[in-house]
């Protein structure tokens, strides 16, 4: 994810057809991948890490939040395949960054809200006492 917070002026050089398209289009298709995997992967934390979302209020609060850091990783995902389409396209240039800067702020919610997820999924039962 980190690929797409890189500053805009550095990822996209004057015209896109020259100096490395190959290499940026690779790097938003890693991010799309590593979008969709953190997806599945919030996804399954309620599947394999908690009790049933019915027996308890923290186990209830796990699913929404592994929801929510789920479905906000996977349109980070499908950004980055929008953004990679248009840049394959030659829609993308240095005067035309916009989805490449939504892209990037976008990402780094999907990290921050990512983190705060896992640090209230699973904090509370590492301080609960034994």
Known sequence: MMV??????????????????ALRLAALIVVAIGGAAAASGF?????????????????????????????????????AMLVAAQCRAGFVSA????????????????GAAGTVVLIATYLPPWLAPA
Request: positive net charge.
């Open 95 to 110: 005067s035309k960054a916009g989805a490449l800067r939504i892209l990037r702020l976008w990402c780094r919610f999907v």
């Open 4 to 21: 797409a917070s890189w500053p805009s002026s550095s990822v996209l050089a004057p015209s896109w057809a020259t100096a490395g398209a």
């Open 43 to 79: 996804a399954l934390i309620p599947l394999w890490l908690s009790p049933p979302a019915g027996s308890h209020a923290y186990a209830a609060c796990v699913l929404a939040l592994s929801l929510f850091a789920a479905l906000h990783a996977g349109l980070a995902a499908v950004g």
